[in-house]
């Protein structure tokens, strides 16, 4: 059976301040919710899906894959937004105030670098927690997705630009493929697949 995302109804707030309830329904309903469905209709046909003609000029399959994540990201990025809102004005607590001045030098710092991003790309201003370093990083996206999805942790990557291969395989990519994986150090990608596993019980 097809994957199925389902609809957060509950992390949609009301009595914002500054923000209208109208301005969040067509956002929470219309945006949000396109992203949802769009989604769920394209895990019902990716499983259907030619992969014997996966191409990167244009494919079915290559079109499935890109707005799968445009459409995940979409979702999750509005899930994320709509759940850090609420009516009831809370304090900035201590915990996070701590971590930024470590980060930014102050609150204030964070705040000015958050904003700015705020202004400085199309789509998205994400506070992020950096798993490589521990730090708390501002980051822009112009769009919600790069082709990746948000949250999820590389265990496994196959660089496919043709400077990996072209010196043994010349336009063939599919032979490189073959080699790429009868060479897989398949320790590493368990051992970050643990630790990844953790995060997810963490996290959930
Ligand atoms: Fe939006």
């Not at 809102?85 to 930024?100: G, I, N, Q, R, Y």
């Not at 001045?101 to 789509?123: C, L, P, Q």
Request: charged share 30%; hydrophobic share 35%; proline share 2%.
């Amino acid at each position: 059976m097809a994957e199925n995302w389902q609809a957060k109804d509950k992390v949609k707030p009301k009595g914002l301040d500054g923000i209208s309830d109208q301005q969040v329904e067509y956002h929470f309903e219309t945006h949000y919710k396109g992203y949802v469905n769009k989604l769920n209709e394209i895990w019902e046909k990716l499983p259907n899906a030619d992969r014997s003609k996966a191409n990167q000029n244009y494919s079915e399959f290559r079109e499935l894959k890109l707005e799968e994540t445009f459409n995940y990201d979409g979702a999750l990025l509005h899930e994320i937004y709509f759940g850090n809102l609420s009516k009831d004005h809370s304090a900035v607590p201590e915990s996070f105030k701590k971590h930024v001045e470590k980060d930014f030098g102050s609150y204030e710092k964070w705040v000015e670098d958050f904003k700015a991003t705020g202004i400085a790309f199309r789509g998205w201003s994400l506070c992020v927690f950096d798993l490589n370093t521990g730090k708390l990083r501002n980051i822009g996206a112009d769009v919600h997705n790069t082709n990746g999805i948000w949250n999820a942790i590389v265990i496994l990557a196959m660089d496919v630009y043709e400077h990996a291969y072209y010196t043994d395989y010349g336009p063939k990519r599919a032979p490189y493929l073959d080699a790429f994986l009868k060479n897989v150090k398949w320790s590493d990608v368990e051992g970050k697949l643990q630790k990844a596993q953790k995060m997810y019980e963490i996290f959930k």
